[in-house]
């Protein structure tokens, strides 16, 4: 089984937020951020460091597999 730490969401997080700054009034956040923002979340309230990859949803997961291409070595 497959995992992303609480530290590599965290940085995917960041690398979408910084090719996609937030936008509008309402400061929405991109797509691939808003997917990764719930499980990020549901770790943080769990007090969880890892998650399995098949637990996300489609959108995460493509969000996540699209970073791990373009960032090799952060991948956990």
Do not use: T
């Not at 992303?4 to 956040?29: D, T």
């Amino acid at each position: 089984m497959l995992y992303i730490s609480i530290q590599e969401l965290e940085a995917a997080i960041n690398y979408w937020r910084s090719q996609s700054p937030a936008k509008g009034e309402e400061l929405c956040l991109c797509p691939e951020a808003a997917a990764l923002a719930k499980p990020y979340a549901l770790m943080i309230v769990q007090g969880s460091q890892r998650m399995p990859l098949d637990v996300l949803d489609e959108v995460s997961r493509a969000a996540i597999r699209q970073y791990r291409n373009i960032n090799p070595g952060e991948a956990n």
